[in-house]
């Protein structure tokens, strides 16, 4: 077992990347029920819930994609450790662009809950897909950095 994996089951610490990685997923989760929720109590055709998922899986799919290809690899990690002193900002940097990040499209979406009339959710889903592609240069490089490959991954907070 790879020594991330020993650090959640095993001790009980979280490295970042396992963190940054969790936030992703489940603000993806959170994403496909909005439309799912929509649907369910008919605010939402069937036609706009199909299409809202696949708008919604292709916002994701980069990020997730990695961080799953991430999570399920059995390697070895080299031990390369950060000091102390340049964890933090990395790890802050990293946590505050994947959550506003996922904010925006799921922030979007909800909206359709505050006011169907004032806020349709297509039209709140195009706005996510839209918004979320201009700021997807802000995570990107967080993404790489954790799940790319680099020694940031077994850092901790």
Known sequence: ???MLDDVAGTGRWTAAWRLGLVWLVAFAVALAVPTILYLIDWISPQSATTSWKVLAGAYAPY?????AFLYR???E???EFEPAVVPPVVRTALATSV???AIVIGL???TFVDPAKWPFDRQLTMASEL???VSWAVAPAMGFFFGGAPARSARI
């Open 74 to 76: 059995q390697r070895n």
């Open 1 to 3: 077992m790879t020594r």
């Open 64 to 68: 997730v994609g990695v961080i799953l």
């Open 109 to 111: 979406l909800l909206l």
């Open 78 to 80: 080299s031990g390369g």
């Open 132 to 134: 979320s592609s201009y």
């Open 100 to 102: 506003g990040w996922n």
